[in-house]
């Protein structure tokens, strides 16, 4: 079974750009968690879909945005790049609903550096 | 709002003793309690967890223990190995009745070196 895939690997963008990240979560997962790890704040929680919908949303400004697809793929949008905003971003998934026993699977994580 | 503190940050130990994972949190209503281990190259992965109605879970070397009254959780390694060195984080939620979801509220980390 692949497991979650996220793209790209790492990036590297300038003050006042915008980025998407994309996530594919483990088949048959309706749910995608976004995280930012930081090495100061640890992994700060972004934003869960689940079924297409933002079911549970975290302290990030407006500038961070997601979405998910019929799929269950995700993405997730960063506008107006801020030099704070370097870090590792993380997608988790998980079944989701009754189903979930709590288990999250992470991606490897997507790099981004902010010049 | 929702925290959770987690200690050390680092923690360095020979092979073969124990190591001690200690995290405190906030919100009440938690009631799941995840280990994460993250390696270098490796999507973070679920080591154990623990939900509020145990007090304590074992799973061989690795064990965590719930004091919910204290709101403290801690993650025990015995018998440490090299390959146990990696970044620890804990985590909590609240499981409601939809469910459990994807909304972990984790703790700093803990940089684990175990030493030959």
């Known amino acids: 079974k692949a497991g979650v895939t996220q793209t790209p690997r790492y990036l590297i963008k300038t003050r006042g750009q915008q980025v998407t990240l994309s996530c594919s979560p483990i088949?048959?997962?309706?749910?995608v968690s976004w995280y930012q790890q930081t090495p100061g704040q640890g992994l700060q929680f972004l934003f869960e879909?689940?079924?297409?919908?933002?079911?549970n949303k975290g302290n990030f400004p407006g500038r961070f945005s997601g979405r998910q697809f019929s799929n269950s793929r995700s993405e997730m949008n960063v506008s107006t790049l801020e030099l704070g905003d370097s870090a590792l971003y993380l997608c988790?998934?998980?079944?989701?609903?009754?189903?979930?026993?709590?288990?999250?699977?992470f991606g490897e994580g997507s790099r981004l550096t902010v010049l | 709002g929702e925290n959770v503190e987690q200690h050390p940050s680092t923690l360095s130990v020979q092979e073969g003793d124990s190591a001690v994972i200690k995290c405190t949190y906030s919100d009440s209503a938690s009631n799941y309690f995840p280990w994460y281990k993250q390696e270098l190259g490796k999507g973070s992965q679920l080591i154990i967890d623990?939900?509020?109605?145990?007090g304590e879970k074992k799973d061989q070397r690795i064990a965590v223990t719930l004091n919910k009254t204290a709101k403290h959780f801690s993650l025990h390694i015995t018998e440490t190995q090299p390959e146990d060195s990696a970044v620890y984080f804990c985590?909590?939620?609240?499981?409601?009745?939809?469910?459990?979801?994807?909304?972990?509220?984790f703790g700093q980390g803990t940089t684990l070196q175990v030493k030959p």
């Open positions: 988790a998934s998980s079944r989701g609903g009754q189903a979930s026993t709590g288990e999250l699977f």
């Open positions: 985590a909590a939620s609240t499981r409601s009745g939809s469910g459990n979801t994807g909304k972990l509220i």
């Open positions: 879909y689940f079924s297409e919908t933002q079911r």
């Open positions: 623990i939900r509020s109605n145990v």
């Open positions: 088949s048959g997962h309706r749910s």
